[in-house]
C-alpha cells in the first residue's frame, strides 16, 4: 500500500514566512528557522509558494536565496511553487536544493501551448520526478495529449474552496496532490482513501501541524498507511530492569555526538512513537516528562536502536538547542581522563582544520600563512588552488601514492580558505552531496 503524505505550505515574500490562509499576515521573520520548525513537526514535504513578483528580478533572486537556506536546513523535501517561464528558472530552484518543482497550467505566465512545450522540456532534461504539473480545472488535464501525461510526475489540485470541488476538480490518471481546505478528520479520510492520491497539503495540514505526527498515527490505525515511526519490536520484547524501565542513550543525528541517558517505561515508548518526541520517565518525580516541555528543547526522533541483548535503546534525535539541563549542549562535558590521541574521523579533522582558519580570519596573527591569503583575497586564493591542482594532477601520475596524499591535503586546506572567504561552511557542502 502506498504511504499517503501530509504535506505543510510556506508562503514567502521579501525574506519573511507569509500565511498561507491569506498571504498577507507574517508568520515569521525567519522563514528557515520555520521551515524548520514545520519539517521537525513531521510535515512529509515542503511546498514553498514564492509570492515574488515575476518581473523582479532581485526579489526572486532573494526567494531562490531563502529557499536554498530552506532545503539546506530543512529534513523534509521542498516543492518549489514559483513562476517558471523559462528553462534557467526551474534549474536555479533545482539546484538550489528543491525536490520537485511546481509548473501551474492555469496560471497567468504563459498560454497553455507555451506551459505544456517549456513543461516537456523540463522533464526531459532534469527527469519526470522533478516535476509536478498544477491545475485547477480538470478540463484542463483534459486537453493534455499522453505525451504531456507521460512527462508529469504528479498532478497538484489547487483553488478548491470546498470538499465537493475538490471531489469534483480530482482526476485519476497520474498521481495526484490535493490542495484540501480546512474540513474534518473523517472528511480528510475519505480523499486520503482515494487509491491514485499520494498527498495532501492545505488548510487542513497547516491548522493541525503541531499535532501532525499524532494525526498521522491516527490515521495509519484506521487502515490510511502514512510516513509514520513504525516500531519492529513491541515493549513486551525488551528486557527492562527491576523499574520496568528501559535506559535510552541519545545521540545527535547528524554528528553522532552522545547527548543523554534517560529511561522509559512503556508509556513513554508509545507516547515517543506517537509523538516522534523523545518522551522519558523520570525516577525521581514517577512521572512522564517530554523532554523541552518547558526549555523548548525538544528531541524529535530520528531513529530508535536496540541492542544485541534488547536491554538498551539508541535514540538517534534532532535536538533543539541544549540537550543538558545545565545549558550545556551534551550531559557528558565532565572530563574524567583523558590520554593523547589523534583525532582520525574525516569529518572531525576537516572541521577542526576549517575552525582554525575561521579563527585566523577572525584573529589574525603576524606571520601566518592563512592571513596572508586572506590579505592577497580571492584572486590569491584562486591561484593557489590552481596550482594545487595542477600538483595533484601530476602527482597522480606517480607510482607512489605518498605525494599524491600530501598533494590532496594542501588543496583542501587552500579550498577551505576560499570556503572560509565566500562563506560556505562543510554543512552546507555535505549537505550538497547527500541530495544528490
Known amino acids: 500500500m502506498m504511504e499517503k503524505q501530509l504535506i505543510a505550505s510556506l508562503w514567502l515574500k521579501n525574506g519573511k514566512a507569509l500565511s498561507p490562509e491569506d498571504g498577507l499576515s507574517v508568520l515569521s521573520e525567519d ?42 536546513e530543512c529534513d523534509s523535501p521542498v516543492i518549489a511553487d514559483s513562476v517558471v517561464r523559462k528553462m534557467e528558472d526551474a534549474k536555479k530552484l533545482l539546484y538550489a536544493g528543491c525536490k520537485q518543482v511546481i509548473m501551474r497550467l492555469d496560471g ?8 505544456v512545450q517549456l513543461f516537456q ?11 509536478i504539473l498544477g491545475y485547477t480545472s480538470p478540463e484542463t488535464v483534459e486537453k493534455l495529449d499522453a505525451g504531456v501525461k507521460e512527462a508529469c510526475g504528479a498532478l497538484l489540485l489547487t483553488g478548491a ?51 501532525l505526527q499524532e494525526s498521522k498515527q491516527t490515521l495509519a490505525e484506521i487502515g490510511i498507511d502514512t510516513t509514520i515511526l513504525k516500531p519492529q519490536y513491541k515493549w513486551a520484547d525488551f ?16 554528528t553522532d555526538e552522545v547527548l543523554m541517558v534517560a529511561y522509559m517505561n512503556e508509556e513513554a515508548y508509545t507516547q515517543t512513537i506517537r509523538t516522534g518526541r523523545m518522551t522519558y520517565y523520570s525516577r525521581e518525580r514517577e512521572k512522564l516528562w517530554v523532554k523541552g ?30 540537550a543538558c539541563h545545565t545549558g550545556n549542549r551534551s550531559c557528558f562535558f565532565n572530563e574524567v581522563a583523558k590520554r593523547p590521541f589523534q583525532e582520525k574521523n574525516p569529518v ?6 576549517y575552525a582554525v582558519i575561521e579563527d585566523r580570519k577572525a584573529n589574525p596573527r603576524e606571520g601566518s600563512y592563512t592571513n596572508y591569503l586572506f590579505d592577497k583575497g580571492i584572486d590569491k586564493i584562486l591561484k593557489k588552488l590552481g596550482e594545487e591542482a595542477t600538483e595533484i594532477t601530476i602527482a597522480a ?25 565566500r562563506g560556505i561552511t562543510w554543512d552546507e557542502i555535505t549537505e550538497t552531496l547527500a541530495r544528490r
Not at 108 to 115: G, N
Not at 121 to 131: T, V
Not at 348 to 353: G, I, N
Open 31 to 72: 522563514p528557515v528557522s520555520h521551515a524548520v520548525h514545520l519539517s521537525d513537526l513531521g510535515a512529509d514535504a515542503l511546498i514553498v509558494k514564492d509570492l515574488s513578483s515575476p518581473s523582479d528580478d532581485r526579489e526572486r533572486e532573494q526567494a531562490v536565496d531563502c529557499l536554498r537556506r530552506i532545503c539546506a
Open 108 to 115: 497567468e505566465a504563459q498560454s497553455l501551448t507555451e506551459c
Open 121 to 131: 522540456e523540463l522533464s526531459a532534461k532534469f527527469g519526470k520526478e522533478k516535476m
Open 161 to 211: 474552496k470546498t470538499l465537493q470541488e475538490v471531489r469534483a476538480r480530482m482526476v485519476k490518471e497520474l498521481p495526484l496532490i490535493v490542495e484540501l481546505p480546512e474540513c474534518t478528520f473523517e472528511d480528510a479520510v475519505e480523499i486520503l482513501g482515494a487509491r491514485h492520491l499520494t498527498a495532501v497539503c492545505g488548510a487542513y495540514v497547516d491548522r493541525n501541524i503541531e499535532r
Open 239 to 254: 528486557k527492562t530492569n527491576g523499574q520496568g524501565l528501559l535506559p535510552c542513550v541519545v545521540q545527535d543525528y547528524r
Open 293 to 322: 516541555e518547558e526549555s523548548g528543547h525538544f528531541q524529535y526522533v530520528k531513529q530508535l536502536t536496540a541492542d544485541c541483548d534488547l536491554d538498551t535503546l539508541l535514540a538517534k534525535v534532532k535536538q533543539i538547542g541544549a
Open 348 to 353: 572531525k579533522v576537516l572541521e577542526s582544520v
Open 397 to 421: 601520475k606517480n607510482p607512489d601514492v605518498n605525494e599524491l596524499h600530501y598533494e590532496i591535503a594542501d588543496y583542501l586546506y587552500h579550498l577551505m580558505v576560499l570556503m572560509s572567504e
